[in-house]
């Protein structure tokens, strides 16, 4: 059986569990996941015997070559009607005129991603089908990775270690943030990435303390802790990795600040198993670094869940409520931000398994002094 038909089949039961007949799946992400379909228009009909995606004219080559498992209808212009004759309602209108959901069906829809314009057309086209808005359930399907996923995210996740060590080679007192990051996107490119998983953070000295910096053209100075958040994306699955170098030279705040930082990291690793909770992954490495006295300066949760989106779940903070399961792959990724001095974080992807599990990152996290 395919991945898509697997995961097609594991929907459906969860909506048989929530006593739902069918989704209409919207999101992209999610149509990707159920289809492997990667354009950017698409609506994903899921009845309980058969699946139907609705795209456009634009993907009329490429929808038959990614989806094996659905059946396929092309929103093509009518060549004898002028653009004024044309229906009005893109895809849920083809949806309407295909007459697949008989009246009283009662079916799921993705309320995070759909906009209340477009829900209000879909209510008006089928005023006979029941909708119900759903959070979550696709997303919930995705957090277990199967294995051609576990393959993809492997790759990325090689390639951001490899571009992190080609990387090494370009660091100095003397280089601009913004370029470093434009060299580190280049590198993981070549190295094998489709894109970026997000805009690289490099984020040197005082800028180091915002956890979500962007680079600027502030220039690398010695004495600077460098934070350099990054990843590649492989067919669709994105990498994140964080690793933090320090320029010229080193003082014992700098390896003290690192050590808390690394410890915590790794207790947080530890900590990983399927059947543990996420807010005690949490805790383990928040525990490190309230001990040491910086609680107050580690800002975020510990960690998230990767996948075709660079974050998605469970979440790992302290109020998430989720239990990690066996073949999820999640972040751990503690810091400690010090305004006006600057910020370490460590950040590696962690495969959970049954009983532990497996960091998926090589690159060292030795503390570096560079350049
Ligand atoms: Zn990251
Ligand atoms: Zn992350």
């Known amino acids: 059986m395919t991945p898509h038909k697997q995961r097609l089949g594991r929907l459906r039961e969860a909506l048989a569990r929530d006593r739902i007949d069918a989704a209409l799946v919207t999101h992209p992400t999610s149509i990707r996941y159920l289809t492997g379909f990667t354009g950017s228009a698409g609506l994903l009909l899921v009845l309980p015997e058969e699946s139907h995606l609705l795209t456009d004219g634009r993907y009329r080559e490429q929808a038959p070559l990614q989806v094996r498992d659905s059946s396929i209808h092309i929103d093509l212009p009518n060549a004898a009607q002028s653009a004024a004759q044309r229906p009005e309602n893109g895809l849920p209108g083809l949806l309407q005129s295909l007459e697949l959901i008989p009246a009283g069906l009662n079916i799921a829809f993705e309320a995070d991603s759909l906009s209340v314009a477009r829900f209000e057309q879909i209510e008006r086209l089928f005023p006979a089908a029941r909708w119900t ?32 060590g080609s990387f090494l080679n370009d660091i100095r007192a003397g280089a601009v943030e913004r370029e470093l990051a434009g060299r580190l996107s280049y590198l993981l490119r070549m190295h094998g990435a489709e894109k970026d998983s997000f805009e690289p953070i490099v984020a040197s000295g005082w800028r180091g303390a915002l956890p979500h910096a962007r680079s600027t053209d502030k220039v690398l100075q010695e004495g600077d802790f ?29 390896e003290q600040i690192y050590g808390i930082v690394l410890e915590a990291q790794l207790q947080g690793i530890a900590a990983v198993r399927a059947g543990q909770r996420t807010r005690d992954v949490d805790a383990a490495c928040r525990d490190i670094i309230q001990a040491a006295g910086y609680g107050e300066q580690f800002v975020h949760g510990t960690g998230h869940g990767i996948g075709l989106e660079v974050h998605t779940p469970p979440r790992l903070s302290r109020e998430s409520d989720e239990v990690l399961e066996a073949d999820m792959v999640v972040t751990i990724e503690p810091g400690i931000y010090i305004e006006g001095w ?26 570096l002094v560079l350049g």
């Open 133 to 164: 808005g759903q959070s979550g359930t696709i997303s919930g399907l995705a957090m277990r990775k199967d294995p051609a996923e576990l393959q993809a995210l492997r790759s990325a996740i090689r390639i951001t270690d490899e571009a992190f």
């Open 226 to 254: 460098l934070v350099l958040d990054f990843g590649a994306v492989y067919d669709g699955y994105h990498a994140d990795m964080t690793r933090t170098v320090c320029i010229g030279s080193l003082t014992e705040r700098h």
């Open 342 to 367: 600057g910020g370490v974080r460590i950040e590696d992807d962690v495969l959970v398994l049954p009983d532990g599990s497996s960091p998926l990152n090589q690159s060292t996290k030795e503390l």
